[in-house]
């Protein structure tokens, strides 16, 4: 951590105040004594002081925020741009422009128009221009880049700011209390302290006191950048170990497979497509067909002979040539009914077409079929 010893600040003449007659009763509280008519600032205070505010500002580099350096005063100004530039950080070493904070966006826009002319005179289009035009954009070049040098590279709005005088940077410090930056400065007993968020009471007058506060802030932000690099580091090792020993750890033994239940026979017949009335027929054929093998079946197991249909009259093939199983309420001792030859039925139907007579419906029955007859 960087540390601020009472031999640094009495070598650089931190303890010495402003006149008597030009203080500011609010830095009672600061002031040691008077000698020769000068205020002699309490270095106690300004150690202790001092080193908190190093301490925010390490933690605030080490977050990686951005902290800009103010000190527009000419003591301060080559100061403030050695030491920001050594740290990598931003800073405004000469006149404060207003809304630099509060009107960001129209800053950048200047900062815009420097980098354009920056890049005309890098690519030579700067040279098709007339002299006079030459001259008026270098003008505008040298204004724009000495009052925005050191921001001119600043993506955001600064986390923090550092001012060496607060009374010199009074509008700076008012733009941060409206946006809620906090606010780091060195305030001597002609200052307010009010508004500051870190307060250094001590000389801002003295070069060697002005570089001694510039140069630990630097270092704070030095140290803050060290710390999260070696932080970074740190993890991406752990996490680089973590990875060798997952990978050199052995594999994980696959579960045992499991044997699946079939599934019910229900789930494994899938419905098909609807019957079409073709395979419904053939379907219904073979139910009559099952039907008749029962019924045989039945007779047999019952005990009932199934008989053959007896022959025709005129000794031929009946006209069904299947078994004749007699009905239960046939009688024992009624005659069977055969049917007749196909051919004899045929013979004797009348050719009407000749314009034979017809013979009466009874007599041709019992002429083809005498049994009929009989009933």
Same mark, same amino acid.
């Given at each position: ?145 000495k ?8 993506p ?13 940077e ?23 302290p009010d ?18 506060f ?13 710390i999260?690099?070696?932080? &970074? ?6 996490? /680089?170990? *973590?990875?060798? +020993?997952?990978a $050199? @750890?052995? %594999?994980?033994? =696959? !579960? ?23 395979e419904?027929?053939e379907?219904?054929?073979? &139910? ?6 029962? /019924?045989? *079946?039945?007779? +047999?197991?019952t $005990? @009932?002979? %199934?008989?053959t =249909? !007896?022959?025709?009259?005129d ?8 078994q004749?199983?007699p ?25 009407y ?15 083809i ?7």
């Amino acid at each position: 951590m960087v540390n601020v010893t009472m031999k640094e600040l009495l070598e650089a003449g931190v303890h010495f105040g402003h006149q008597v007659r030009r203080w500011n009763p609010k830095m009672k509280e600061y002031i040691f004594g008077e000698r020769n008519g000068i205020y002699i600032i309490d270095l106690q205070k300004t150690q202790r002081l001092f080193k908190e505010a190093v301490k925010f500002v390490t933690q605030m580099a080490f977050e990686g925020k951005i902290i800009l350096f103010v000190g527009t005063k000419r003591q301060a100004q080559e100061a403030i741009a050695e030491e920001a530039e050594r740290c990598q950080m931003y800073y405004v070493n000469q006149r404060w422009l207003g809304g630099l904070l509060t009107n960001f966006q129209t800053i950048q826009k200047s900062i815009k128009r420097l980098k354009d002319i920056e890049a005309m005179q890098t690519d030579g289009r700067i040279e098709a221009l007339t002299k006079k035009e030459r001259m008026k954009l270098e003008h505008e070049r040298a204004a724009l880049e000495k009052n925005l040098k050191g921001i001119k590279e600043m993506p955001r709005l600064p986390d923090v700011l550092f001012c060496i005088d607060s009374k010199k940077e009074e509008i700076a410090i008012r733009e941060a209390n409206r946006l809620g930056i906090p606010v780091i400065a060195v305030v001597d007993t002609n200052c307010d302290p009010d508004g500051i968020d870190y307060v250094i009471p001590g000389n801002d007058d003295a070069l060697r006191a002005v570089r001694l506060f510039a140069s630990k802030i630097a270092d704070a932000v030095i140290e803050g950048r060290q710390i999260m690099e070696s932080k &970074g580091e740190e993890e991406q090792q752990a996490a /680089a170990q *973590t990875t060798a +020993a997952a990978a $050199g @750890a052995p %594999p994980a033994a =696959a !579960p045992a497979p499991t044997a699946e239940a079939p599934a019910p026979e229900a789930e494994q017949q899938q419905p098909g497509p609807p019957p079409t009335k073709k395979e419904k027929g053939e379907k219904r054929q073979r &139910g009559g067909r099952g039907r008749g093998r029962e /019924a045989g *079946t039945a007779g +047999a197991t019952t $005990g @009932a002979q %199934p008989t053959t =249909a !007896p022959p025709s009259i005129d000794g031929t093939e009946p006209i069904v040539n299947q078994q004749y199983v007699p009905r239960p309420d046939d009688q024992p001792g009624a005659p069977v009914r055969t049917p007749a030859s196909a051919a004899e039925v045929v013979s004797q139907v009348p050719d009407y077409s000749a314009g034979a007579e017809t013979e009466p419906l009874e007599e041709m029955a019992a002429s083809i079929n005498p049994a009929i007859s009989q009933q």
